[in-house]
């Protein structure tokens, strides 16, 4: 099975621009989540979508937004471009195990990351 | 809300020694815990998870880490390190909301790792 894919892999702007990014989740995955990593903030969650749905959303501002189509392939937009916006921006899409333990069965999801995009705000 | 500690920003150690990173997490509830490799310019890869069952989880590439609910740590451990360990770790938590699945992943700051000859 191909991996998550993220196109551009690099990306320079200048502020004020716009800038969308696109995610490819594994065949099969409806999660798709983004995640902004900056040396000074690290990692942190901006938004995830399900079946085209934002079903959650980190503490990002209004410039940032996402959208996932009907094949699950996600977009994440950012708006009036900040030199603080240059960052790595990661894609996961996400698929629900199941396991057992003893009797008691447990879900959880395992998140599959993209290379991510490098993006830099001049 | 959830948050997860890494206190080790960087830590080196020689070819063939035992590796030890530690984490420390923050939250109500039985976690679902991570560790996550980056390699430079490279996405996350997953090394190992927990979620339920078995304290000591064995993961890829020769890591495991142990669950200590008393201790709220997930310390993540290696035998003997290759230099192609060489990368940064990332310790997560997520919670699991039923009906929602997954939330967010809470990750920590990372730890950088050096492998000397």
């Known amino acids: 099975k191909a991996g998550v894919t993220q196109t551009p892999r690099y990306l320079i702007k200048t502020r004020g621009q716009q800038v969308t990014l696109s995610c490819s989740p594994i065949?099969?995955?409806?999660?798709v989540s983004w995640y902004q990593q900056t040396p000074g903030q690290g990692l942190q969650f901006l938004f995830e979508y399900f079946s085209e749905t934002q079903r959650n959303k980190g503490n990002f501002p209004g410039r940032f937004s996402g959208r996932q189509f009907s094949n699950s392939r996600s977009e994440m937009n950012v708006s009036t471009l900040e030199l603080g916006d240059s960052a790595l921006y990661l894609c996961?899409?996400?698929?629900?195990?199941?396991?057992?333990?003893?009797?008691?069965?447990?879900?959880?999801?395992?998140?599959?990351f993209g290379p991510g995009t490098r993006l830099t705000v001049l | 809300a959830q948050s997860v500690t890494q206190p080790d920003i960087h830590i080196t150690v020689s070819e063939g020694a035992s590796l030890e990173l530690r984490c420390n997490y923050s939250y109500g509830a039985t976690p679902y815990l991570f560790w996550y490799v980056q390699s430079p310019g490279q996405g996350l890869q997953l090394l190992l998870k927990y979620f339920s069952g078995d304290t000591l989880v064995q993961g890829i590439k020769g890591f495991e880490a142990e669950f200590k609910r008393s201790q709220s740590s997930f310390n993540l451990r290696k035998p003997s390190v290759h230099w192609s360990d060489a990368a940064e770790y990332f310790c997560?938590?997520?919670?699991?909301?039923?009906?929602?699945?997954?939330?967010?992943?809470?990750f920590g700051t990372g730890t950088r790792l050096t492998i000397i000859p």
């Open positions: 997560a938590v997520g919670v699991w909301r039923s009906n929602f699945g997954n939330e967010k992943l809470t």
């Open positions: 996961a899409s996400s698929f629900t195990f199941t396991g057992t333990s003893g009797t008691k069965k447990s879900s959880y999801n395992e998140q599959f």
């Open positions: 065949s099969g995955h409806r999660s």
